[in-house]
């Protein structure tokens, strides 16, 4: 069975989606004899790539989403067909509407259709692209049962087509083993404290991140803490949530290197995100794998991925935040019941299971199996 797979979002420094489809195609190719990963991209070790355009990588903006899109709707069925693929294999919901071989398509989320005001630009893609494509396809794995659920909501497929498979991490990487992070020394000084809390991810509205530090100002001063929230996002609501946050002890980081994300995870006291919808949720389980207690809203993503492992909240309510905050801040034993059940809960998820499961939806999409 030849396995093409459209890497084309693959970048030399992958991120979000491209570091999903990195990882995916490195346990694929352990897999299956027969992998041909387009890509612009060098991936270390993994044989059967075909180059294509650097162009078309997410690095270079709306003008290289604009040619990828072009790529892939005309360059890359011409591909499958000279190098005779019997299945092609879409680690996002990009492929080719002319393909003429069975299709796998994985969804990671609907965030642009749930909240479309954050997503102005991917309206048209989710809306018309997006459902063509996934019509087209044999097969569409979705990171989670909440994902599941809003592709059979928003684009009215046939649930039996879907299968949930969660994402891996890298638990080479992220583990209770190394340095820990501590606050730069400016910022401890400045706030009078060392302790912290930790969030990661982007500044977008729907992250619910003015709730967050509105109930940490209710709540540092009771356990001397600082809030430190690592991403960047829209540059009105970050300047929106830092003006919100002065006063208080947060500390924003607009980026952080990925050899550094391990030793803040198991610096912080605690792990907390707050968001409204996920598709999936990675940075809790990143962190759950660092030895960190998270503490998570009650989105249905986040449920499936942490168990048990967390201390929950309702997102839209201030005091419901206030309270976990107090519980995992201010009870030792909660703390290490929540780190013990997130080490164990953090060991159901890798890469090479994912990597087995979409396997077993390409096998299924060359068989002919469409439910």
């Not at 003006?243 to 792990?271: C, Q």
């Amino acid at each position: 069975m030849r396995i093409a797979v459209n890497g084309a979002i693959i970048g030399d420094r992958p991120s979000g989606l491209g570091f999903f489809a990195m990882n995916l195609v490195r346990e694929l190719s352990g897999m299956c004899e027969d992998l041909t990963v387009y890509t612009s991209a060098e991936i270390e070790g993994l044989k059967g790539v075909k180059r294509i355009p650097r162009i078309v990588r997410p690095d270079r903006g709306i003008r290289g989403h604009a040619l990828r899109m072009l790529w892939t709707q005309t360059e890359l069925p011409r591909l499958l067909m000279r190098d005779s693929a019997d299945v092609l294999l879409n680690p996002l919901p990009e492929g080719p509407l002319g393909a003429r071989v069975p299709m796998v398509t994985v969804v990671h989320d609907l965030t642009p259709l749930r909240f479309p005001a954050e997503h102005s630009r991917q309206q048209w893609n989710f809306r018309r692209l997006v459902p063509a494509l996934l019509g087209r396809t044999r097969r569409i794995a979705a990171d989670s049962e909440a994902t599941k659920s809003d592709i059979v909501s928003f684009y009215s497929i046939d649930e039996t087509k879907i299968s949930v498979v969660p994402a891996g991490y890298d638990d080479a990487v992220f583990t209770t083993d190394g340095e820990s992070w501590s606050l730069p020394p400016e910022a401890a000084e400045r706030f009078g404290v060392r302790r912290y809390i930790l969030y990661v991810g982007n500044l977008r509205p729907h992250k619910n991140l003015h709730r967050l530090v509105r109930a940490f100002r209710d709540t540092w001063k009771e356990f001397e803490t600082c809030l430190v929230i690592a991403g960047h996002g829209d540059v009105r609501h970050a300047a929106s949530l830092k003006s919100a946050a002065e006063n208080a002890p947060i500390l924003f980081i607009d980026y952080v290197a990925s050899d550094i994300l391990p030793s803040m995870y198991r610096g912080a006291a605690a792990f907390v995100f707050p968001s409204l919808w996920e598709g999936f949720g990675l940075p809790p389980l990143e962190a759950m794998a660092c030895g960190t207690p998270v503490v998570l809203s009650e989105a249905p993503a986040l449920v499936e991925v942490a168990g048990e492992a967390a201390e929950y909240f309702d997102p839209l309510c201030n005091e419901a935040i206030v309270r976990a905050l107090r519980t995992v801040l201010g009870q030792d034993a909660r703390r290490k019941e929540l780190r013990e059940k997130g080490l164990q809960r953090a060991k159901l998820f890798s890469w090479q299971r994912t990597a087995e499961m979409i396997f077993n939806e390409v096998r299924r999409a060359a068989a002919g199996e469409d439910a």
